[in-house]
């Protein structure tokens, strides 16, 4: 890792410089869902997978669709193709995806007892296949660029587990929250070292970065964030800082909560569209890279208007090093593949 950031800026590292808030020789770009449904390539990959999961569970399919968005545009990461919710999996709730719905447990996680009974994954055996995805997806990148290993964060995969799958009200984990917070709590535990664990062994298989979505810690109030998301990112920071990987933590709108993550020890913050980049510099006073934010509809828009917006948020975060620039969040499915490569050509530009 050091070597790589003593080499000069170039696609081969300026993602990692700019993590690490060194100078670059022009601003690192890749996309959240980089490699999704938007291609024509990858639902060729998924048709023949025969489902999403079983995509997952193939450390050569994986692979495969990891690859596409790298040799396709001139992207400056590879993010690992998984999936955040592959941890309650090998917990035993019986994951599934439904066509025009999204995950769904067979299993939900909605009392004292079933809590306890959990336990953590191992990611050598039971999850065996993200790892080994991992040295695959290394070995074909051949150094081209870094490849980013991620995971759900604590909070957020208890919000899939209690619920049983997506949600708009999020009942059920809140009623456990205020009715059983040492049962929430208990889940928390198990959920932050079945994280650790599995992020540790996502380095040990070669990721050069890791991420922490933290997708559902806008809903919480205040108090409630400081109680049941902030602590568990704060302990995997710490707890995975080791030869100078970089940690990335993106907690969906939580933007008041920026000031206080950026003392938790990531390396970047990412930034959702509802708060500019120049506002988030000066609440985070540059003491972190920031990644964004680029609202994922701007992908719609003309050509031109796509090269306005870049070149908006890219004045918005100004001067000096630290910016990677992506979307406020994932890539939408329908979006014209060609719109991408604008996207990517602005941005280095």
């Known amino acids: 890792m050091i070597e790589l950031l003593n080499q000069p800026s170039g696609r081969h590292n300026r993602f990692l410089r700019a993590l690490k808030r060194m100078p670059v020789d022009t601003t690192p770009i890749w996309i959240m869902r980089q490699a999704g449904r938007y291609l024509p390539e990858y639902r060729a990959t998924r048709e023949k997978a025969g489902s999403f999961m079983n995509l997952c569970r193939s450390p050569e399919l994986a692979c495969e669709v990891t690859m596409q968005p790298i040799d396709r545009f001139d992207l400056d990461a590879a993010i690992l193709f998984s999936d955040i919710l592959t941890i309650p999996d090998g917990m035993g709730l019986g994951l599934d995806f439904v066509e025009g719905e999204g995950p769904r447990f067979a299993h939900p996680v909605r009392s004292a007892h079933a809590i306890d009974a959990l336990r953590v994954p191992d990611p050598q055996t039971t999850l065996r296949y993200v790892p080994d995805a991992v040295r695959t997806i290394r070995k074909a990148l051949d150094g081209r660029v870094p490849l980013i290993g991620f995971a759900g964060s604590p909070w957020t995969l208890a919000c899939y587990m209690v619920e049983g799958g997506p949600s708009e009200r999020f009942a059920y984990i809140k009623r456990l929250m205020w009715d059983q917070p040492d049962a929430l709590a208990r889940l928390l535990r198990v959920l932050t070292d079945s994280v650790r664990e599995y992020l540790l062994a996502q380095a040990d298989a070669g990721a050069q970065a890791l991420m922490i979505f933290d997708s559902w810690g806008g809903i919480l109030a205040p108090e409630d964030y400081r109680r049941f998301s902030l602590p568990s990112l704060a302990e995997l920071t710490a707890s995975l800082r080791r030869d100078d990987l970089p940690v990335i933590v993106f907690s969906r709108g939580a ?33 972190v890279a920031l990644q964004g934010n680029l609202d994922p509809a701007a992908l719609y828009a003309s050509a031109d208007a796509l090269r306005c917006l870049a070149k908006r948020t890219l004045a918005d975060y100004g001067d000096g090093p630290g910016h990677i620039f992506n979307l406020g969040h994932g890539i939408t499915p329908d979006v014209n593949p060609e719109q991408v490569r604008v996207l990517v050509d602005a941005v280095h530009g």
């Open 255 to 287: 933007n008041t909560h920026l000031p206080e993550l950026s003392h938790i020890g990531a390396d970047a913050l990412g930034i959702d569209w509802s708060i500019g980049l120049g506002e988030a510099r000066r609440a985070t006073q540059d003491r």
